[in-house]
């Protein structure tokens, strides 16, 4: 089967910085992407790895180990405003047709 | 053009009755995508257009739904006779094919159905 898990909250302060983890289980994989979501908005995409490595944006940092099947997402010098659900997700299928398997979602709440 | 937009934000209707819903992908884009979310969950695939092609159907979407892209532009979902479970959120996204990341999608604001 094809799944993702990762944690359901996260808390963490204001300047602090939170690690997320997404451990996965699929067939005809590729890529592991990590989109943001506010309560009430659309998934934007942060990053994306496709290659074992660290991806660097901004304060947001992604790692991907497919030999682990696990990746995470980094976020540094946390802010109110990243408080969101933030979703791990498995591109997915042969051709590069750009579907996604995603995971449940972490809820991260940044408190001042 | 400053994204994706879909068409109702929100859509209340009773069992049984049919719905459609709209989006348009960014000019662009060729590739379109249909996902559904309920709370507290990570969106679901439901279906994938390449152009006017719909090239894959999830196996959650039944017989009463069916989608469409006339010309490669917009797309319509339409739930037909629809059941409460059919409540939730319905997410476009559109993609370019030589996107500069295999993977990034550009999200709508999605439709919101309430089935009572």
């Known amino acids: 089967g094809q799944s993702l898990e990762q944690p359901s909250e996260v808390t963490a302060v204001e300047g602090a910085i939170v690690q997320i983890n997404c451990t996965y289980q699929?067939?005809?994989?590729?890529?592991l992407s990590w989109y943001q979501q506010h309560d009430g908005g659309a998934p934007t995409f942060l990053s994306y790895?496709?290659?074992?490595g660290l991806e660097e944006t901004g304060r947001f940092s992604s790692f991907l180990s497919r030999s682990d099947s696990y990746g995470y997402l980094l976020l540094q010098e946390l802010q109110m405003k990243d408080s969101a659900s933030y979703f791990c997700?498995?591109?997915?299928?042969?051709?590069?047709?750009?579907?996604?398997?995603f995971g449940q979602g972490t809820t991260l709440q940044v408190k001042p | 053009d400053t994204g994706v937009s879909q068409d109702p934000r929100h859509k209340i209707t009773k069992r049984g009755q049919n719905v459609t819903f709209r989006c348009d992908p960014i000019?662009?884009?060729?590739?379109l995508y249909w996902y559904r979310q309920t709370l507290g969950q990570g969106p679901e695939f439901l279906t994938y257009?390449?152009?006017?092609?719909?090239?894959?159907k999830s196996r959650l979407l039944s017989d009463r739904f069916s989608a469409e892209r006339p010309k490669g532009s917009f797309s319509t979902l339409e739930i037909q006779r629809t059941e409460q479970g059919d409540s939730a959120m319905y997410l476009c996204?559109?993609?370019?094919?030589?996107?500069?990341?295999?993977?990034?999608?550009?999200f709508g604001q999605g439709t919101r159905l309430t089935v009572v």
């Open positions: 000019s662009e884009h060729n590739r």
């Open positions: 790895n496709g290659l074992d």
């Open positions: 997700a498995g591109g997915h299928g042969s051709g590069n047709t750009g579907k996604l398997i």
């Open positions: 699929t067939s005809g994989f590729y890529g």
């Open positions: 257009f390449q152009n006017e092609a719909q090239l894959e």
């Open positions: 996204a559109s993609s370019p094919r030589q996107g500069r990341v295999r993977t990034e999608a550009f």
